[in-house]
């Protein structure tokens, strides 16, 4: 039973998201028109390979992460997949937010859970950079940085981060701001 914390986060999650559960890969779809995904080095490349790729990828991140959230605190949202329902016992106390079905199969080992876990924090530039730099090496995936009041999420992936804004207006100025950071595909990926 989720304490009244976690109901507190799974209610502004549904008010401001309906009907997408907090997985950063399946909120792109149903909200494109306030999306806007960043590719995390020079054309387009993927992966950084020496330290000084690194501090463009982190650069990028934190840039776009600083506009979004100074001054602010944030929640920062990290899963843990697995094909298991419960909750690993050695995860099930800090943070645990609420568990994910996000593929279900009649089989029961090709089912996956998404458990995820949420801290709260105030915003600095660099606060999280071990997890973005673990998150562009492909380490971890599935990351959501969103303010307390879940309006603007940063989804960081190995390659990027897809940006969610409260309006299409907010939106166009940060991609704007941001342009030669943007995929040269039309489709924005």
Not at 110 to 135: K, M, N, Q, S
Request: aromatic fraction near 12%; hydrophobic fraction near 35%.
């Amino acid at each position: 039973m989720p304490d009244s914390g976690q109901a507190d986060l799974t209610e502004l999650w549904q008010q401001r998201w309906p009907g997408c559960p907090p997985v950063g890969y399946k909120l792109r779809d149903p909200y494109r028109d306030v999306w806007v995904r960043f590719h995390s080095l020079p054309e387009s490349k993927r992966y950084a390979e020496d330290e000084s790729e690194y501090a463009v990828v982190l650069e990028r991140y934190n840039t776009v992460l600083d506009e979004l959230f100074t001054g602010a605190d944030v929640y920062v949202i990290t899963p843990l997949w697995t094909t298991e329902a419960e909750v690993p016992s050695f995860q099930s106390v800090a943070g645990y937010w609420q568990s994910l079905l996000v593929q279900d199969d009649p089989d029961p080992e090709f089912r996956t859970y998404c458990h995820l876990f949420a801290v709260r924090r105030p915003w600095r530039r660099g606060c999280i950079d071990e997890l973005l730099r673990d998150t562009a090496d492909e380490k971890v995936g599935g990351v959501l940085i969103t303010d307390t009041r879940m309006q603007r999420i940063h989804h960081p992936y190995d390659g990027g981060a897809d940006v969610f804004l409260p309006t299409s207006e907010e939106r166009d100025r940060l991609r704007d701001r941001h342009a030669d950071w943007l995929s040269s595909h039309p489709s924005g990926l």
